[in-house]
């Protein structure tokens, strides 16, 4: 079956620095992949996605590359702020037949400042 | 925007207890709606996909049996039972903000403590 695998979290980091949220995955077929983002309290939304391997998804300074060949899907940001403490999923789709498409998660990966 | 309301958000469950959970659809033009759930720790994973008033389905996994029930066009249930005692679970719905392999979108979902 289908399975996603990411960094293990917690990850605390300082303001301002870099941030990596490593994801790779397994699938028979070609996904759709997604990073998507939950704050306390609130259902997960998305942070982009990517249809077509070797292109990029981008949004709020958060960037990822579809990896085919390397089946991986890192979510990266250059410099962290407070508001981006929270937990990270990377997902994958793909046709289920049913007519709608039906999500695999990764664990998350729960990302705070250090105080 | 798709947007989906939940409640209860949070219940305490007795040990023995089965608990109800509803989503709310307030819109969407495609039909589908879903449910996951998540134990602590854990991935999120898919549970359910109903299209059409009437639809039932039912699922026994570790640690809990579910039934879920599209009641109507903008409503879907989830019949929790049997969980395991001391179990923390997370269960959320979800609706497609477009057709085959769009984004899902969330609903804030509900945590459950089982006593």
């Known amino acids: 079956g289908d399975s996603v695998t990411q960094t293990e979290g917690p990850v605390t980091l300082s303001e301002g620095t870099s941030l990596t949220v490593n994801c790779s995955y397994e699938?028979?077929?070609?996904?759709?992949l997604f990073w998507y983002v939950q704050y306390p309290g609130e259902g997960p939304q998305l942070l982009f996605k990517?249809?077509?391997?070797?292109e990029k998804g981008s949004s709020r300074g958060f960037e990822a590359t579809y990896n085919k060949e390397a089946t991986s899907f890192h979510l990266q940001k250059a410099s962290v702020q407070e508001s981006d403490s929270a937990v990270y999923y990377c997902?994958?789709?793909?046709?289920?037949?049913?007519?709608?498409?039906?999500?695999?998660f990764g664990k998350g990966t729960k990302f705070s400042l250090i105080p | 925007v798709t947007l989906l309301e939940q409640n209860p958000r949070w219940r305490l469950v007795p040990r023995g207890q089965a608990v109800n959970l509803r989503c709310i659809l307030k819109?969407?033009?495609?039909?589908?709606m879903s449910w996951y759930q998540q134990d602590l720790q854990k991935q999120l994973q898919w549970l359910f996909t109903?299209?059409?008033?009437?639809?039932?389905?039912v699922k026994s996994l570790p640690g809990a049996d579910y039934l879920a029930t599209r009641v109507t066009d903008t409503e879907l249930r989830l019949q929790v039972a049997n969980m395991s005692q001391g179990r923390t679970l997370y269960c959320t719905c979800?609706?497609?903000?477009?057709?085959?392999?769009?984004?899902?979108?969330f609903g804030p979902g509900t945590r459950l403590l089982v006593l």
């Open positions: 819109n969407s033009q495609y039909p589908w």
């Open positions: 979800s609706a497609p903000t477009g057709g085959v392999q769009d984004t899902q979108y």
């Open positions: 997902a994958l789709s793909r046709p289920s037949g049913t007519g709608s498409n039906r999500l695999t």
């Open positions: 990517v249809p077509k391997a070797n």
């Open positions: 109903l299209r059409s008033p009437g639809d039932k389905e």
């Open positions: 699938t028979k077929q070609y996904p759709t």
